[in-house]
């Protein structure tokens, strides 16, 4: 999981997020990664507009966001 989250930190891309929070809440989270430091990771994140952080072991499924672009004909 770590090495995903840090590929994504590289690659400057988006990431959907199944998180589970302290309480046992399950939240989805779409997230910009910003640095990976130990257990946990500090990501910019988009469903609550702040900068938040996280434990790696809480996470319970990671994806990339990938975007398609239009071309105008």
Same mark, same amino acid.
């Given at each position: #999981?770590?090495?995903?989250? =840090?590929?994504? #930190?590289?690659?400057?891309?988006?990431?959907? #997020? #199944?998180?589970?929070?302290?309480? %046992?809440? =399950?939240?989805?989270?779409?997230?910009?990664?910003?640095? =990976? +430091? %130990?257990?946990?990771?500090?990501?910019?994140?988009?469903?609550?507009?702040?900068?938040?952080?996280?434990? /790696? %072991?809480? /996470?319970?499924? =990671?994806?990339? +966001?990938?975007?398609?672009?239009?071309? +105008? +004909?």
């Amino acid at each position: #999981m770590r090495d995903q989250l =840090v590929k994504a #930190m590289q690659r400057n891309q988006l990431v959907n #997020m #199944m998180y589970m929070a302290k309480d %046992g809440t =399950v939240s989805k989270r779409r997230n910009k990664i910003i640095k =990976v +430091v %130990g257990d946990s990771f500090q990501a910019y994140c988009f469903t609550k507009q702040a900068k938040r952080t996280f434990l /790696i %072991g809480n /996470i319970l499924a =990671v994806n990339p +966001v990938f975007r398609k672009e239009r071309n +105008v +004909v």
